[in-house]
């Protein structure tokens, strides 16, 4: 089993409704967050292009944050699901030192948080909270060993990219270009 | 490292720990050894409701954990208008009820208006004191000289209560500050307006010409969802805006248009699609009347011609028309919400409704369907007092086509004119802050000087309550009852809202209010129920439900009477126009004495140094209602002013920088404003989101954060046909220095 995301950044509006239904689903404080919007611009005037796009933590298959962290923390659940074990992190933030996508942020209650892909809603079988409120429904989610997931049929059919590959860390975050 | 996240990133910028009330961590227990134990697999109840964050009226779910505390809200999956998936603001909706800065309690102001000086006081004493001040207007001048100005929900009920009262001085800023122009545009040309959420068949198009309309910065979100349907399937979308909007980023063509030019390209896409034969011509000569006027009047306004108006390259043009024809009838000339642009916008949307019938779209599958919706009974009571007068005398033979109240007229008939006494001594306002609605500031505060009550009702402290006698604290759609939500769609539906929660402080819902007054008022009659959860049993149980089978679905979808979402082949159909046809030339703008089709005027233009004041959307807010919610305030805190590079230049304006700005009648910002340079916008414009620049102190979050857009619209641009104000002939210039400028109020 490897779980990923694609978004499509044709459809996405940049709304931040992942932003806020992450929050609330996932109890994130006010004023951090673990998926953002980016919005890039190339062009001059009347000639532009504007992608925007969902980001979060990329999953990677091979993570720097697990591989750095001391405690064991920062480790891969199934189907590749890099999560943070809170009460056994200490918060040194070697993890969020060694992520080039800037995924993880310290939480007030001291130790470090990311995306989790939903581990608690897609264990239930459903999709992570994002995907399931995006109102474009431009991010896809499932089983990249399944070739009929979601995830794996948008990827055969269209164009992708993923962030940073030259950082070699084997990012599971798709964007579709 | 915290660095680059705040750099890249359009959203979730917030201040760092700033807390609120809605976060609510719980610890979690040992036993989530993963750590990751969230509120999916804890939240015990959820209650139906539908969205009141915006007019859209989602319905959807909000969940509690077994504590009771509000978590989340999700979209009801048989709902038509949000098919189970909230939009941003939506889905921060909680942040509306744990928004510290509600207004807790009743207030009786103790000082002169405006002073903001307040004492608390019971539901009992302040509710006495409107009461007794409504009866002595109604006394001296009649129950007509009270009005009600409103917006969402709570104001049926405040309708409802002017209407038992003898008054039908009621309106909503969403009809001459918004959509009125369209829906007067579109009614005199199919006898019908596209109505709310609009009966575009935008999943099924092939074409979708937007003209101003940024969908996707707007966040209708039936609407949004359609656009990236139609997006999967390879739909052309046409974007006219003056700005490089996001459905911009997702067209094939982009037309930068000279701002207030629109007619000029809308009558040479029509000259095109005519005299190329691009039309539908069974359709046009089976349901429309005039077409040959309109052939002949368009003649001259070829593409070159609209060139030198509009700076669009007429190969463009040409090739636009082109792709209209060839996606036709399954194409969509977007009729726009907020449209009140140039005063002629009644004649705009019409061009615009033209464009649609030549096209045969209306009616047709990927251009408009035909909506159906549920009959909510009314429960019987007296028949309402006849009103002996109303707004639509204080300008006697104006407006007659504004089939809705018109706000400004209202505003205005506050005011004494030279040869007459103010018309209306009282306003009850509900959930609309029309400091920062309605345009010229100065002439709203001038008619609320000049009356003798003014209450408002609101969930937050506002502009608006700043002035009031009496501000009333009213809950949260989380913590009450509404009516039934009944709109129109593909298929007949209903939505119901119930609380989730019961109404936090001092806080009541609008029925209640709304009943109070009226017992107090001896019109106890017209509102039967105690409760408004009765009534809604009563109406549900007329219509085959009941309040019992609603609050398990949330929503009711039923089957349409026939099958005629689209009109069927060959059809006859009765328009409701005094044609019965589908009038290319308007007989009812030409009995009102206005041109039967569609003109271009020159508009002003910028003077040296100013720039076209351009104001929209943000997808993350509402209007300047949301600006101090806690979770939408976390994804946009401020707004900021698109600047094009070259403008930048010329002043020297670096990006980030905050400056002020000054309009052509030298009204100045209150706070100043970040400049974001970018390609995206034209440069003779520069453009806003709407509803920052708060300058009430009791908003804590927002107040003082970016411009307020109103404050610059001192120059009101009278649509004649329907009443609407016209804002997009504001010009505005930079103040840099901003030692010159004292934070004020």
Known sequence: MRYAMAVDTKKCVGCSDCVVACQTENDVPIGYCRDWVVETMDGTYPQLEVELRSERCNHCANSPCVRCCPTGASHFAEGGIVLVTHNKCIGCGACIASCPYDARYPHPKGYVDKCTFCHHRVKEGMKPACVAVCPTKCMYFGDLEDPNSDVSVILKKRKSKTLIPEAGTQPQLYFLI | MATRRQFIRISAMGAGAVMAGAAGFRLLGSEFTDGQKATAAVLATRTPTYCEVCFWKCAGWVWKDDEGNIKKITGNKEDQHSNGRFCPRGTGGPGMYYDEDRLKVPLIRVEERGKQVFREASWEEALDHIAGKMKEIIEKNGPESLALLNHGSGGKYFTDLMKSLGSENYAQPSFAQCRGPRDVGFSATFGENPGSPENTDIRDTRCLVLIGSHIGENMHNGQVQEMSDAIDKGATIITVDPRFSTAAGKSKYWLPIKPATDIALLLAWIHEIIYNDYYDKKYVEKYCYGFDELKEHVRNFTPEWAYGITTINPVVIRETAREMADA??????????????YGDDTQRTRAVAILNALLGSWGRRGGFYRQEGKTVPSYPHPEYPKPQKSWREWYPGKYNLADLGVANVIIDASIPAPEKDAMIKGWLVSGTNLPLTVPNTAHTIEAMQNLDLLVVVDTMPMEITGWADVVLPECTYLERYDSLRDSPHRKPALALRVPAVEPKYDSKPAYWIARELAQRLGKGEYFHFEKPEELLDWQLKQMGSSLDEMQKAGVKTWDREVDDLYFGEGEDIAFWTNTGKIELYSTALENEGFSPLPVYTPHPE????????????????????????????????????????????????????????????????DFPIKVRITERIRWDSVYMVHGFGHADKKLTRTYGRGANDTKLITSVMMDPVMGGTGMRGNFVTFITDLERKEVTS
């Open chain 2, 328 to 341: 036709s009838p399954a194409v969509i000339v977007h009729p726009g919400r907020h449209v009140t642009w």
């Open chain 2, 606 to 669: 910028p003077p040296e140094g100013f720039y076209r004041l351009i104001y929209g959307r943000a997808p993350m807010h509402t209007f300047s209602r949301t600006s101090n919610n806690p979770n939408l305030f976390d994804l946009m805190d401020e707004n900021t002013l698109w600047v094009n590079p070259r403008v930048a230049r010329e002043w020297g304006l670096t990006a980030g920088q905050y400056i002020h700005l000054k309009n052509q009648d030298g009204i100045e910002t």
